[in-house]
């Protein structure tokens, strides 16, 4: 079994005031501060929920991987999931073994929580982006 837990359902937006009014604002959750990834082309912000988290994400810097994505969904909406593996080296070994792409380089990058990170394609994953996070 290479997926551990849902580690977060990332929601993106043109601004992440918005998610803060709804998140803190009207359902009352915790938030963390915001995180800026410049290799990521995004400022993050987490909802810490009990069972998940939620990380919305706002576009950062002209070529940022989510302003397609915002250019369909103006309203903003489920950009990826994010499943915790044990090896992250062990699992990209393991898909490409199995015709499975990694997108970008192929190799991990560090996530929002300073981890390594990697992302499949959608198209070979059921129409959902998916993120790999190693969490030991
Ligand atoms: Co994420």
Not at 30 to 42: C, F, K, M, T, Y
């Amino acid at each position: 079994m290479m997926l551990k837990r849902l580690n977060h359902i990332a929601i993106a937006l043109n601004n992440l005031d918005d998610g803060i009014n709804i998140y803190k604002g009207i359902f009352g959750a915790s938030i963390s501060d915001r995180v800026a990834l410049p290799e990521h082309g995004v400022t993050t912000i987490f909802v810490k929920l009990k069972n998940t988290n939620i990380e919305l994400l706002e576009p950062l810097g002209k070529n940022s991987p989510i302003s397609n994505f915002l250019i369909k969904n103006p309203s903003g909406g489920i950009h990826h999931l994010c499943y915790e593996v044990n090896d992250i080296n062990k699992s990209i070994e393991k898909l490409k073994r199995k015709g499975y792409t990694v997108l970008g380089s192929g190799i991990p990058r560090k996530g929002a929580h300073g981890k390594p990170v990697i992302f499949l394609h959608p198209k070979q994953f059921i129409g959902t982006l998916i993120e790999l996070e190693e969490v030991k």
